[in-house]
């Protein structure tokens, strides 16, 4: 069964960092694209980052770019997300998502795979 496994989420205060991890399960993930949406409470889903099948490209949405980066490491399984100068309206659930040869994907219907998410609250 394969698992996507958020972490690093958490309180911080506003102009803060943190750095989301999502640890992946399955073989060949490097075969994955994967992304980053986020859905705060009341409000839909929303694509924040994606990263292609072996790093083939790399796409952040209007909305964090500038602050948030998105890296991979095929060796380890995992996906991440860098936030810095994170404010109020980034308060959310993330979740990671993969996509089998995907080039970086904000489309959630093209995902394959979900992980659980992990809250961010960022204060003021």
């Known amino acids: 069964q394969v698992q996507l496994v958020e972490s690093g989420g958490g309180r911080v205060q506003a102009g803060g960092s943190l750095r989301l991890s999502c640890a992946a399960s399955?073989?060949?993930?490097?075969?994955?694209?994967m992304s980053w949406f986020r859905q705060a409470p009341g409000q839909e889903r929303e694509f924040v980052a994606a990263?292609?099948?072996?790093?083939?490209?790399?796409y952040i949405a209007d909305s964090v770019k500038g602050r948030f980066t998105i890296s991979r490491d095929n060796a380890k399984n995992t996906v991440y997300l860098q936030m810095n100068s994170l404010k109020p309206e980034d308060t959310a659930v993330y979740y990671c998502?993969?996509?089998?040869?995907?080039?970086?994907?904000?489309?959630?219907?093209?995902?394959?795979?979900w992980g659980t998410g992990t809250l961010v609250t960022v204060s003021s």
């Open positions: 399955m073989r060949a993930f490097s075969n994955y694209g």
């Open positions: 998502a993969a996509e089998f040869l995907g080039l970086g994907s904000s489309v959630p219907a093209r995902m394959q795979f």
């Open positions: 990263i292609g099948w072996s790093d083939v490209s790399t």
